[in-house]
């Protein structure tokens, strides 16, 4: 059985934000990703498209 994962095959950890900055995950979570249950993973999931937006708005921020 498959595990879902937002991977989208460009991993790249941002080392002041902390999140890969192709799925937006944390390291903890990617460190964890498989042994997560599927409810932790949805709720990660769900904190993803925020995440990418705040890292985007903050990078312009900072041009």
């Known amino acids: 059985m498959s595990v879902w994962s937002p991977c989208i095959k460009v ?3 941002d080392p002041k934000a902390g999140i890969c ?3 937006f995950r944390t390291m ?7 042994r997560m249950t599927d409810a932790e ?13 705040a ?3 903050n ?3 900072a041009r």
Do not use: N, S
């Open 41 to 53: 993973r949805e709720a990660v999931g769900r904190q993803l498209d925020d995440r990418r937006e």
């Open 11 to 13: 991993c790249f950890v």
């Open 28 to 34: 903890e979570e990617l460190g964890r990703w498989t």
């Open 21 to 23: 900055v192709g799925c």
């Open 59 to 61: 990078r312009e921020a």
């Open 55 to 57: 890292y985007q708005r």
